[in-house]
């Protein structure tokens, strides 16, 4: 028997009511804004470039494992293409050879190239690998020298109207995909390193060459018809008055990108340089994001707001001008 005014359990409870909170319900939130983005980009080939702060940190290399491990999982198929800068300088500093640098690449000596080949297949890569296999048999190491699938010739800079020689810095001239698109088929994701083979046939030696991590990221995405290229920085995104000001262009077109080439920073040059040979070769969309946000990889593909730039290939208005 109930006293007057007393309500039963049953009556009050927050079952009953409707009102009971749900903790995990922004996680579901969360999910469904992924949705679209999910459809879209499912079964779609996602080259990102790994490099700066993201490859020294453990917790930005940690998260960026499970970011493309989770791309994987998620019905896209991605590739790596990595470069090594902090480690190849440190293994040079250890063995008392300097480190140079010309608009914005390694001057690459014999012996540098040594040491490039050793740190970028030795032990950057077995790291990534390693990581990515955390979470399923996944990841897959190889060079662009494998397969023959990466091509170079010499790579001369200009600095003030001057060809300055790179030593053993490379320019790809081809790119066969037959073995990165077998991994993928496969379910796998192969993790690049970049180094290139010489395309010069009399090449006995079977020299090899040093190549922008930028540069073979955007070379491969293209090949592979890939529909984004990402760029992992040091900084927010492409400035839009650096550096009188840090506000970040969010899109532009390539013609928009071209334009601003000559404006920018030598560090920035081979990375936005890479965004527009992709896009203007097939890549659908070239996004330079900043590495040492964690899951950017994630924020950028599956959420409304993204972050960083987005480089678009021209309107057909803008490529007839």
Same mark, same amino acid.
């Given at each position: 028997?109930?006293?007057?005014?007393?309500?039963?359990?049953?009556?009050?409870?927050?079952?009953?009511?409707?009102?009971?909170?749900?903790?995990?319900?922004?996680?579901?939130?969360?999910?469904?804004?992924?949705?679209?983005?999910? =459809?879209?980009? $499912?079964?779609?080939?996602?080259?990102?470039?790994? /490099?700066? @702060?993201?490859?020294?940190?453990?917790?930005?290399?940690?998260?960026?494992?499970?970011?493309?491990?989770?791309?994987?999982?998620?019905?896209?198929? !991605?590739?790596?293409?990595? /470069?090594? #800068? !902090?480690?190849? %300088?440190?293994?040079?500093?250890?063995?008392?050879?300097?480190?140079?640098?010309?608009?914005?690449?390694?001057?690459?000596?014999?012996?540098?190239?040594?040491?490039?080949?050793?740190?970028?297949?030795?032990?950057?890569?077995?790291?990534?690998?390693?990581?990515? @296999?955390?979470?399923?048999? &996944?990841?897959?190491?190889?060079?662009?020298?494998?397969? $023959? =699938?990466?091509?170079?010739?010499?790579?001369?800079?200009?600095?003030?109207?001057?060809?300055? *020689?790179?030593?053993?810095?490379?320019?790809? =001239?081809?790119?066969?995909?037959?073995?990165?698109?077998? &991994?993928? *088929? *496969?379910?796998?994701?192969?993790?690049?390193?970049?180094?290139?083979?010489?395309?010069?046939?009399?090449?006995?030696?079977? $020299?090899?060459? @040093?190549?922008?991590?930028? =540069?073979?990221?955007?070379?491969?995405?293209?090949?592979? /018809?890939?529909?984004?290229? +990402?760029?992992?920085?040091?900084?927010?995104?492409?400035?839009?008055?650096?550096?009188?000001? *840090?506000?970040?262009?969010?899109?532009?077109?390539? %013609?928009?990108?071209?334009?601003?080439?000559?404006?920018?920073?030598?560090?920035?040059?081979?990375?936005?340089?890479?965004?527009?040979?992709?896009?203007?070769?097939?890549?659908?969309?070239?996004?330079?994001?900043? #590495?040492?946000?964690?899951?950017?990889?994630?924020?950028?593909?599956?959420?409304?707001? /993204?972050?960083?730039? +987005?480089?678009? !290939?021209?309107? !057909?208005?803008?490529?007839?001008?």
């Amino acid at each position: 028997m109930s006293l007057p005014g007393a309500t039963t359990p049953a009556a009050t409870s927050p079952a009953a009511t409707g009102t009971r909170k749900h903790t995990a319900l922004p996680k579901a939130r969360t999910l469904i804004e992924a949705l679209p983005w999910l =459809t879209r980009h $499912h079964g779609k080939t996602v080259v990102i470039k790994f /490099g700066g @702060n993201a490859m020294v940190d453990e917790e930005l290399k940690s998260a960026f494992a499970q970011d493309v491990a989770f791309l994987r999982h998620a019905g896209l198929r !991605p590739v790596v293409v990595h /470069g090594g #800068g !902090p480690q190849i %300088s440190a293994q040079l500093e250890r063995l008392g050879l300097a480190s140079e640098f010309k608009a914005g690449l390694r001057v690459t000596s014999p012996e540098a190239m040594d040491v490039v080949r050793m740190v970028l297949a030795g032990q950057v890569q077995r790291e990534l690998v390693g990581l990515l @296999n955390r979470h399923g048999p &996944l990841a897959v190491g190889m060079t662009g020298e494998d397969a $023959h =699938t990466m091509t170079a010739t010499k790579h001369y800079a200009e600095i003030d109207g001057e060809r300055v *020689d790179l030593g053993r810095v490379g320019e790809i =001239t081809h790119v066969d995909t037959g073995a990165v698109q077998a &991994l993928l *088929d *496969d379910g796998r994701i192969p993790v690049i390193s970049s180094i290139a083979r010489s395309a010069d046939a009399a090449d006995v030696e079977g $020299h090899v060459f @040093n190549v922008n991590a930028d =540069t073979a990221a955007a070379a491969l995405a293209a090949a592979l /018809g890939a529909e984004t290229l +990402m760029v992992l920085t040091d900084v927010e995104g492409l400035y839009e008055d650096w550096p009188r000001s *840090d506000e970040v262009i969010s899109r532009l077109t390539a %013609s928009e990108l071209e334009r601003l080439l000559p404006e920018l920073t030598s560090g920035m040059v081979p990375k936005m340089e890479g965004c527009l040979h992709a896009v203007r070769n097939g890549v659908t969309t070239a996004r330079v994001i900043d #590495g040492r946000v964690q899951h950017s990889i994630l924020l950028e593909i599956f959420t409304d707001e /993204g972050i960083g730039t +987005m480089v678009v !290939p021209d309107e !057909p208005q803008e490529r007839e001008a």
